[in-house]
Structures are given as structure tokens and as C-alpha cells.
């Protein structure tokens, strides 16, 4: 294949944050055999069905892919935990949350490895923050909300990685407890936090 051909897919490419669909190729002229050869010459990848990805070798973080393919995700939980140092276990997946009226189908995919969570809408923007991960700006949960969803999910986490997340969050000079019984009261779990983090303080 060409330079020249790659240099222009890659513009196209560029152009649509890295990542485009198949329908967009098709209406760039660009097919699947097409298609193939670029794959096959190692300069895009087949994400999910009926998408494509630019091999970014200065930013191969998967974090680019996630704010490509979930622009109304926020990382919650197991991610939002490893990235604010409450837990030493790098996550196996994304965990990702998600108005409950989102489509499900989405997050059947091969990659990257993605948890989601139904969240009601009225709730889904407390503790919004943004993040930096590899040098892309993320979506993620702030503190205070990422200790009061592992107080909503306490029952399906490991307990090992609740209780180190707890003790951290008591630790951590930057808390806010008034910020987090604020939140607690919103998601319905201030006894909990009560029992479950008052004891530690």
C-alpha cells in the first residue's frame, strides 16, 4: 500500500478523533478490502463490529478508545478507585457508568474489556469530574462519589479491595466528609456511610 494512501486515511482519521465507523469509511470510498489491507499493514484496528481505530503510536492508551466510544460514560468504581490511589489492583476492565436508559447492546465487545453501569439519569452527574489518564482528559467520579458507590455496590465487591478503599479514603488529607454525606444523602446511603466510614474516623 502506499504511503500517500495511508497519509490520507490518516487525515480522515484525524479529522474524526481516531476513530470511525464503517458506514464513514464506505462514504470516503474506502471499502472493505480496503479496509483489510490497512489492517493487515498495521495501521488501523478493528475495535468492535463496524468500527475502526487509528494506530496511535504516540497515544496507544486505551483511554483514548473509552472517551471515543463512550463520550457519555464516566469512570466509576474499580477505575475511578485505582486512579485516585485507593486501590493498588489495576483494573481488569473499565468500569463505566451510564444512564440506565443507555443502550445495552454497545458494551458487548471484545475491547477493550468494559464494566458498565445502569445509573439513573437524575443521579448520574454527581461527583462529575474530569481526570487526566495518559494524557487524555476523562470523565471520571470525584472522591466522595466513588466511596458512596462502593457503599451502593458493597455487596458485589471484593471485600478486601472495599475495606483498603475505605481506610485510604479516611487517610486521605483531601477528603471531604461534608461532601461525602452530601452525596450520601443524594444516593440514599448515609446510614451506610455513617456505619461504614464513621467508624474508621
Known amino acids: ?27 470516503q470510498k474506502i471499502f472493505y478490502k480496503d479496509l483489510r489491507q490497512f489492517v493487515s499493514d498495521g495501521y488501523i484496528e478493528k475495535v468492535r463490529y463496524g468500527y475502526y481505530q487509528w494506530l496511535d503510536e ?18 466509576n468504581m474499580y477505575t475511578a478507585l485505582f486512579y485516585h490511589g485507593y486501590s493498588d489492583r489495576t483494573p481488569s476492565a473499565w468500569h463505566i457508568a451510564v444512564s440506565k436508559d443507555s ?6 465487545i471484545d475491547y477493550p474489556f468494559v464494566h458498565p453501569y445502569f445509573v439513573e439519569p437524575a443521579l448520574l452527574d454527581v461527583g462529575l469530574n474530569s481526570g487526566d ?3 487524555n482528559t476523562v470523565r471520571i467520579y470525584d472522591k466522595e462519589r466513588t466511596i ?7 455487596n458485589k465487591m471484593d471485600r478486601e479491595t472495599f475495606n483498603k478503599a475505605i481506610r485510604a479514603y479516611v487517610n486521605d488529607s483531601s477528603k471531604s466528609i461534608l461532601r461525602l454525606m452530601e452525596y450520601a444523602g443524594i444516593l440514599r446511603v448515609t446510614d451506610t456511610a455513617k456505619n461504614l466510614v464513621g467508624v474508621w474516623l
Open 148 to 154: 458512596c458507590d462502593c457503599l451502593r455496590y458493597r
Open 1 to 27: 500500500m502506499k504511503m500517500k494512501a495511508a497519509e490520507d486515511i490518516k487525515q480522515f482519521f484525524d479529522t474524526h478523533g481516531g476513530l470511525l465507523r464503517t458506514r464513514e469509511l464506505y462514504a
Open 133 to 135: 489518564i495518559d494524557g
Open 58 to 75: 504516540d497515544n496507544p492508551s486505551e483511554a483514548r478508545l473509552i472517551n471515543q466510544l463512550f463520550p457519555d460514560g464516566i469512570l
Open 103 to 108: 443502550g445495552k447492546s454497545r458494551f458487548k
